[in-house]
T-cell receptor
Framework: DGGITQSPKYLFRKEGQNVTLSCEQNLNHDAMYWYRQDPGQGLRLIYYSQIVNDFQKGDIAEGYSVSREKKESFPLTVTSAQKNPTAFYLC??????????????FGDGTRLSIL | GQQLNQSPQSMFIQEGEDVSMNCTSSSIFNTWLWYKQDPGEGPVLLIALYKAGELTSNGRLTAQFGITRKDSFLNISASIPSDVGIYFCAGPVRGNTPLVFGKGTRLSVIA
């Protein structure tokens, strides 16, 4: 079955550490996205990528970095510069349509906590 | 940034009741999407709307794209316990930027 796989499901970070969240899709989608979800805040866009080797900042990119070396993969690194990283992180993908109007398909998320 | 206003923020209903929720924006949208998120999982697409006035059903769910193109509505008929979750609306705000999501409506169903 096609889908989006996020790993790990739960992740713990020590102060000052960088951690990388994995996102892989086999839907042959061109576009991929990372969102952060906090209670009562909805989904906020961190980074997105429309094509391999290219990506753009979203609304809350500070303290995060991404890479897009393969179409199927879009890992997110939470750096030590992100002072409040505890959140639920969601990865999504979509086909490219007119004005981003195509639905996004989501993975099951990674919950990151600070030790 | 642009926000979508969803209401109500939360709802507690009896099993079997009908549910209505809506989403409004100050900008005109060309697409409205409705998602449901179960606890600890990612959102799942329920209904996609692409035309003003469009009314689309998916089982007990019905969504409408408002005529003004600044709002959308989601109705759930005869609610059941598995309807519990957070319902999000989403849409592309500007010409070439990704979807913006509302803050969600949290639905609780009392058996």
């Amino acid at each position: 079955d096609g889908g989006i796989t996020q790993s790990p499901k739960y992740l713990f970070r020590k102060e000052g550490q960088n951690v990388t969240l994995s996102c892989e899709q086999n839907l042959n989608h061109d576009a991929m996205y990372w969102y952060r979800q906090d209670p009562g805040q909805g989904l906020r866009l961190i980074y997105y990528s429309q094509i391999v080797n290219d990506f753009q900042k979203g609304d809350i990119a500070e303290g995060y970095s991404v890479s897009r070396e393969k179409k199927e993969s879009f890992p997110l690194t939470v750096t030590s510069a992100q002072k409040n990283p505890t959140a639920f992180y969601l990865c999504a993908s979509s086909i490219l349509g007119v004005a981003f109007n195509q639905p996004q398909h989501f993975g099951d998320g990674t919950r990151l906590s600070i030790l | 940034g642009q926000q979508l206003n969803q209401s109500p923020q939360s709802m507690f209903i009896q099993e079997g009741e009908d549910v209505s929720m809506n989403c409004t924006s100050s900008s005109i949208f060309n697409t409205w999407l409705w998602y449901k998120q179960d606890p600890g999982e990612g959102p799942v697409l329920l209904i996609a709307l692409y035309k003003a006035g469009e009314l689309t059903s998916n089982g007990r769910l019905t969504a409408q794209f408002g005529i003004t193109r600044k709002d959308s509505f989601l109705n759930i008929s005869a609610s059941i316990p598995s309807d519990v979750g957070i319902y999000f609306c989403a849409g592309p705000v500007r010409g070439n930027t990704p979807l913006v999501f509302g803050k969600g409506t949290r639905l609780s169903v009392i058996a």
